[in-house]
């Protein structure tokens, strides 16, 4: 194996164990948003005392945090993976009249 085929391969790994590991971070990030409230609130969690929109918009957030945090991540991981562009200099260009071709005689 190449170079190249190391880093694809360990990139294709790292993907795999993040979305592996999505349903376990969602669990530990709400629960964590959860017993914040409850330490606020003095809640118990109980019908009487828990307000059930702060604790819904609680879940939303939490989980549309993970979501923008997978496409930071695939961003950052794609624009690393991605070719270095030339310069304008070095570049053809397409627009260019070429003339006509050369025919070479024997």
Excluded: C, Q, W
Excluded at 22 to 33: D, E, M, Q
């Amino acid at each position: 194996m190449t170079g190249s085929r190391f880093i694809g391969l360990g990139v294709a790994v790292a993907v795999l164990a993040v979305l592996v590991l999505l349903p376990a971070l969602a669990i530990v990030g709400f629960y964590t948003f959860a017993n914040v409230y409850a330490l606020i609130t003095g809640s118990d969690f109980s019908s009487h005392t828990l307000n059930v929109a702060v604790f819904l918009t609680g879940l939303v957030l939490t989980v549309a945090a993970i979501v923008v945090a997978m496409a930071v991540a695939a961003g950052l991981i794609g624009r690393s993976l991605s070719p270095k562009r030339r310069r304008e200099d070095e570049a053809f260009d397409l627009g260019t009249d070429l003339g006509a071709p050369e025919i070479l005689e024997p």
